[in-house]
Protein backbone atom coordinates (compact mmCIF):
# COMPACT_ATOMS: atom_id res chain seq x y z
CA UNK A 1 0.00 0.00 0.00
CA UNK A 2 1.38 3.26 -1.20
CA UNK A 3 1.21 6.12 1.68
CA UNK A 4 2.78 9.30 1.06
CA UNK A 5 2.86 11.45 4.53
CA UNK A 6 3.75 14.86 4.95
CA UNK A 7 4.90 16.68 7.88
CA UNK A 8 6.48 20.19 8.95
CA UNK A 9 3.83 22.86 8.37
CA UNK A 10 2.65 25.38 10.83
CA UNK A 11 2.43 28.95 11.51
CA UNK A 12 4.94 31.76 10.68
CA UNK A 13 5.00 35.03 10.24
CA UNK A 14 5.72 36.83 7.47
CA UNK A 15 9.07 36.40 6.13
CA UNK A 16 9.71 33.22 8.11
CA UNK A 17 10.42 29.83 7.04
CA UNK A 18 9.58 26.86 7.29
CA UNK A 19 10.79 22.87 5.88
CA UNK A 20 8.08 20.62 4.77
CA UNK A 21 8.87 16.97 4.65
CA UNK A 22 6.96 13.88 2.63
CA UNK A 23 8.33 10.14 3.92
CA UNK A 24 6.88 7.84 1.38
CA UNK A 25 6.26 3.92 2.11
CA UNK A 26 4.68 1.23 -0.15
CA UNK A 27 7.23 2.05 -3.02
CA UNK A 28 10.18 4.01 -3.92
CA UNK A 29 10.51 7.46 -5.85
CA UNK A 30 12.53 6.28 -8.93
CA UNK A 31 10.93 6.46 -11.91
CA UNK A 32 8.21 8.84 -10.49
CA UNK A 33 8.10 12.77 -10.61
CA UNK A 34 7.66 13.79 -6.64
CA UNK A 35 6.14 17.31 -6.30
CA UNK A 36 4.65 19.26 -4.07
CA UNK A 37 1.20 21.25 -4.66
CA UNK A 38 -1.07 23.43 -2.39
CA UNK A 39 -4.42 24.56 -2.13
CA UNK A 40 -5.91 27.29 -0.61
CA UNK A 41 -9.91 27.64 0.50
CA UNK A 42 -11.96 28.92 -2.81
CA UNK A 43 -9.03 28.44 -4.62
CA UNK A 44 -7.39 26.35 -7.21
CA UNK A 45 -4.91 23.58 -6.86
CA UNK A 46 -1.51 24.93 -7.91
CA UNK A 47 1.55 22.92 -8.66
CA UNK A 48 4.71 24.41 -6.02
CA UNK A 49 7.77 23.34 -6.82
CA UNK A 50 8.80 18.98 -8.46
CA UNK A 51 11.48 17.13 -9.05
CA UNK A 52 11.69 14.48 -11.86
CA UNK A 53 13.10 10.93 -11.68
CA UNK A 54 16.31 12.37 -13.44
CA UNK A 55 16.80 14.77 -10.78
CA UNK A 56 15.85 17.87 -12.96
CA UNK A 57 14.07 20.54 -10.77
CA UNK A 58 11.07 23.19 -11.42
CA UNK A 59 9.01 25.71 -9.56
CA UNK A 60 6.45 27.94 -9.81
CA UNK A 61 6.99 31.47 -10.77
CA UNK A 62 5.57 33.06 -7.45
CA UNK A 63 8.07 30.46 -5.40
CA UNK A 64 11.01 31.24 -7.56
CA UNK A 65 14.12 32.34 -5.27
CA UNK A 66 12.29 31.75 -2.23
CA UNK A 67 11.06 27.37 -2.15
CA UNK A 68 13.45 24.29 -2.83
CA UNK A 69 12.92 20.84 -3.53
CA UNK A 70 14.91 18.45 -2.63
CA UNK A 71 14.62 14.69 -2.01
CA UNK A 72 17.02 11.96 0.02
CA UNK A 73 16.14 9.04 -2.00
CA UNK A 74 17.80 6.78 0.69
CA UNK A 75 15.46 7.04 2.86
CA UNK A 76 12.28 8.17 0.20
CA UNK A 77 11.34 11.15 1.62
CA UNK A 78 10.62 14.73 -0.24
CA UNK A 79 11.40 18.01 0.95
CA UNK A 80 10.42 21.47 0.04
CA UNK A 81 12.50 24.40 2.20
CA UNK A 82 10.60 27.44 2.18
CA UNK A 83 12.06 31.09 2.61
CA UNK A 84 10.34 34.19 2.91
CA UNK A 85 7.37 33.03 3.41
CA UNK A 86 4.18 35.35 2.41
CA UNK A 87 0.60 35.76 3.67
CA UNK A 88 -0.86 35.09 -0.11
CA UNK A 89 1.46 31.11 0.57
CA UNK A 90 -0.91 29.86 3.06
CA UNK A 91 -2.52 26.87 2.08
CA UNK A 92 -2.57 23.21 2.34
CA UNK A 93 0.72 21.59 0.76
CA UNK A 94 0.30 18.56 -0.60
CA UNK A 95 2.88 16.35 -1.45
CA UNK A 96 2.20 13.85 -4.54
CA UNK A 97 3.72 11.39 -7.19
CA UNK A 98 3.20 11.57 -10.87
CA UNK A 99 4.66 9.78 -14.25
CA UNK A 100 6.62 13.14 -15.08
CA UNK A 101 7.20 16.57 -14.53
CA UNK A 102 6.34 19.92 -16.01
CA UNK A 103 7.62 23.72 -15.38
CA UNK A 104 6.82 23.12 -11.24
CA UNK A 105 4.23 20.05 -11.28
CA UNK A 106 3.95 16.95 -11.41
CA UNK A 107 1.63 15.32 -14.36
CA UNK A 108 -0.27 12.65 -13.89
CA UNK A 109 -0.55 12.02 -10.19
CA UNK A 110 -0.93 8.73 -9.03
CA UNK A 111 -0.63 9.00 -4.97
CA UNK A 112 -0.92 12.24 -2.79
CA UNK A 113 -0.75 12.84 0.37
CA UNK A 114 -3.40 14.11 3.61
CA UNK A 115 -1.82 17.28 3.48
CA UNK A 116 -0.10 20.04 6.09
CA UNK A 117 -1.23 23.44 6.76
CA UNK A 118 1.00 26.32 6.61
CA UNK A 119 -0.22 29.42 7.33
CA UNK A 120 1.37 32.82 7.08
CA UNK A 121 0.46 35.86 9.20
CA UNK A 122 1.02 39.68 8.14
Known amino acids: QVQLVESGGGSVQSGGSLRLSCVASGYTHSGYCMGWFRQAPGKEREGVAA???????GAADFVKGRFTISQDNAKNTLFLQMNSLKPEDTAMYYC????????????????RGQGTQVTVSS
Open 96 to 111: AAGTYRLGGSCVGIQY
Open 51 to 57: IDSDGST
